[in-house]
C-alpha cells in the first residue's frame, strides 16, 4: 500500500521564484542539503540528492509555479514504484504558499518522509531566507 503526504507551508515575504530557485537550482540546492545535488529543468533529467539517498526524474515544470519529479529513497524495496513529487506555488500577497504533494510514498516510509520535509526542506529553507544559520537534522548512518 502507499500513501500520500500533502503539506502546506506558508513562506512569509518571499516571492514564488525564490523557492522555485532553491529546488531547481543545483547550487542553492546543495547548499540548503549540505551536500551536491543534481537537478535539472530538462524533461527527463535525473535527480540526486543526500549523497545517493534520494534519486528521480524530472517531468515537469513552469518556472517560479509548479515541479513534478518522480522520486525514491534508497531504502526502498525494489518492488516498490517511484513515488511522484509535486510542489505548487501559489502567490499570497508578499508571502508564497508552498504545497507539496507527494503521492505513492510506500507506508513503511510515509510518516519519515513527512517528517524529513520539514526538517531537510521547509525548516532549512525558511532559516536561509531569513538569513540564519541552516540547521539540519542528522541522518540516519552519520
Known sequence: MSKQITQKIIFKKTKPKDLFDLYMNAKKHSLISGSPV??????????V???GYITGQHVYAIKDKIIVQTWRAMDWDANEPD?????????KGKDTVLHAIHSNVPDKHAEG???GWHGHYWNP????LSGKKIKRPVMEGN
Open 83 to 91: 513515488s511522484v513529487f509535486t510542489i505548487v506555488l501559489e502567490p
Open 113 to 115: 518522509i513527512e517528517k
Open 125 to 128: 529553507w525558511k532559516q536561509h
Open 38 to 47: 543534481i537537478i535539472s529543468s530538462k524533461k527527463g533529467s535525473p535527480f
Open 49 to 51: 540528492s543526500h549523497q
